[in-house]
């Protein structure tokens, strides 16, 4: 199985039975790796809970298990090329955006004089555009 996402919805004042819901489900997502002689990587795997910064403050971490090992809890994740964050903010999205749009604008700047303008309006279309494009429909 390779950069699976599993979706887990509960309330919050039942964190109790949610936990033991998700770890039931990954009981047998195990299984059904071990019996498909697959390998779940549990050190690789990791967990992302939603919610507004109070909320994730006040109800603390979620103690999910696979196989005995706790999984850890991040406080953002990339999914295809996407940043989520925990938060449901897009801090960090934005950040790495800017910073991929610069890179390619710097770049740019430096070949400037080699390249007419049309051209580099071409380029600057194709590799920035698409950058902040990219995903736009979330």
Not at 62 to 76: F, G, H, M, R, W
Not at 89 to 113: H, L, N
Request: charged share 30%; with cysteine; proline share 1%.
């Amino acid at each position: 199985m390779d950069d699976s996402n599993l979706v887990f919805v509960g309330e919050w004042d039942k964190k109790g039975d949610l936990v033991d819901k998700i770890n039931y489900d990954l009981n047998h997502v195990v299984a059904s790796v071990n019996s498909n002689d697959l390998m779940l990587n549990e050190e690789k795997t990791k967990i992302l809970v939603f919610g507004t910064t109070n909320n994730l403050r006040k109800y603390g971490r979620l103690d999910v298990k696979i196989k005995d090992v706790i999984i850890q809890e991040c406080e953002s994740i990339k999914c295809l090329g996407l940043i989520l964050e925990g938060n449901l903010k897009w801090d960090k999205q934005i950040e790495s955006v800017v910073r991929k749009c610069f890179a390619v604008i710097g770049g740019i700047y430096k070949i400037k004089e080699y390249l007419p303008i049309q051209t580099r309006k071409l380029i600057m279309e194709a590799l920035v555009a698409s950058l902040l494009e990219y995903m736009i429909v979330i």
